[in-house]
């Protein structure tokens, strides 16, 4: 196994965020949106401040937008938005398929366009998975698995296995994202099960550890980090938790918390820039963020009208 075919430590550099964590969000509404319509909605929360923009796991290619429109679309949108603000941006682009062949298809298409991640479903199956992981590592190419499907066989307790399997099998086949809880959003999990996501997907030496669920050692050598991706449920005004549970090395997603902003997407997509920001910087000045949470970003508010309004 090859493992990530990109890595935290490479994608870090590749984007040039360096110690806080990465900030998306998905498209909203994640079906349903003309072309053009598409495009502005992932150039007002990239031009906003976020780092990511999303394809939802369930757009790949209808009548009412076809993938290819879809990436040219986002894609100027990503371009605009990086001359916008001199960052560097990117749009997964969702290269979800009936067949292999139009998997890679798509994602030729969005590597020529210049993107610099690609996205696929948990759904396509593991040895689809594996092969675009590889495609994804020769072709220099950021891989975000979004990991729908997933509860038809870990949700259930009496049957099935846990998340943390499948956490370890990605990290083996070679995906670079991976959604794996909130804590304090709307998906499963309480603060030690998703810890133990974590830890599987980001540390060097498992060790045994039965309150996050680590029942075995496990040495992934030279294997590089997956990024986790915390999205479902979130908004800014839980940075604090945030932060405090998931750590720096994690991706959070803010759909409806971004999109849902009354002042607009890009006011939605700053009110979670200042956010994350003013918190980063309460926490290395070594304030107890965790308690003055709430009143950080109430400070913060009185200087950003779209924080005060969210």
């Not at 590749?14 to 998306?24: A, N, T, V």
């Not at 994804?136 to 296995?161: C, E, F, P, W």
């Not at 549970?245 to 997603?253: A, E």
Request: charged share 20%.
């Amino acid at each position: 196994f090859q493992g990530p075919a990109t890595g935290l430590i490479v994608e870090r550099e590749r984007m040039d965020k360096f110690g806080r964590p990465f900030l998306g969000a998905t498209v909203k509404p994640k079906l349903g949106l003309s072309g053009k319509n598409y495009g502005r909605v992932v150039y007002e929360g990239l031009r906003g401040g976020l780092d990511f923009l999303k394809d939802d796991e369930n757009i790949n290619s209808q009548p009412f937008l076809r993938w290819k429109e879809r990436f040219l679309y986002s894609m100027e949108a990503v371009n605009r938005s990086i001359a916008a603000t001199g960052e560097v941006k990117g749009h997964y682009m969702n290269v979800t398929a009936a067949t292999m062949e139009e998997m890679y298809e798509r994602a030729e298409f969005a590597k020529q366009l210049g993107t610099i991640i690609v996205m696929i479903d948990l759904v396509i199956g593991y040895t689809a998975i594996q092969t675009m992981g590889i495609w994804a590592r020769k072709n220099d190419m950021i891989l975000h698995l979004h990991r729908a499907g997933n509860s038809t066989y870990s949700r259930q307790k009496i049957h099935g296995m846990n998340f943390r399997v499948i956490c370890k099998w990605m990290r083996m086949a070679g995906v670079d994202h991976i959604h794996a809880g909130t804590v304090v959003g709307k998906l499963e999990g309480d603060p030690l099960m998703i810890k133990g996501f974590y830890d599987t997907l980001l540390e060097p030496y498992l060790k045994v550890n039965l309150p996050l669920g680590i029942f075995f050692e496990q040495d992934w050598a030279s294997l590089r980090k997956v990024t986790p991706v915390a999205s479902g449920g979130i908004h800014c005004g839980q940075m604090h938790q945030l932060i405090q549970y998931l750590g720096n090395d994690v991706v959070l997603q803010f759909g409806g918390g971004t999109i849902g902003h009354p002042d607009g997407i890009q006011a939605g997509a700053t009110a979670n820039r200042v956010a994350l920001e003013s918190m980063v910087i309460a926490r290395n000045e070594g304030r107890d963020y965790k308690v003055e949470g709430p009143q950080i970003l109430r400070d913060a508010a009185k200087t950003c009208g779209p924080l005060q309004t969210a």
